[in-house]
């Protein structure tokens, strides 16, 4: 059996959400909402490629986000934390 959605109820939720976490993110920043980013991280201990216009590929490890959002990625057994909006994160195969 189908069911009908109502778009404006889906929409009414999903600005309620966007609200309710935008406001925990003016009280606490980005280390408030870090561990519902890492329960939800699709790539958490993956191998994974970073690819940016500005420098080579990187290929590492995913270890999620630190309290800042940077993305820590393990590279020959250490972590570096990369904070740009100018990368793509690639699974590798």
């Given at each position: 059996r189908d069911t009908e959605v109502d778009p404006n109820?889906?929409?009414a939720a999903l600005l309620?959400?966007?609200r309710d976490t935008l406001e925990q993110f003016t009280r606490g920043g980005f280390a408030s909402?870090?561990?519902?980013w890492?329960?939800?991280?699709?790539?958490?201990d993956k191998a994974v490629r970073i690819l940016s216009e500005f420098a080579a590929p990187l290929d590492g490890i995913c270890r999620g986000v630190n309290t800042d959002g940077a993305l820590r990625l393990e590279v020959d057994e250490k972590i570096q934390h990369?904070?740009?909006?100018?990368?793509?994160l690639r699974p590798i195969r």
């Open positions: 109820t889906v929409l309620i959400a966007l909402l870090q561990a519902q890492m329960a939800h991280d699709a790539y958490a990369l904070l740009s909006g100018e990368v793509s």
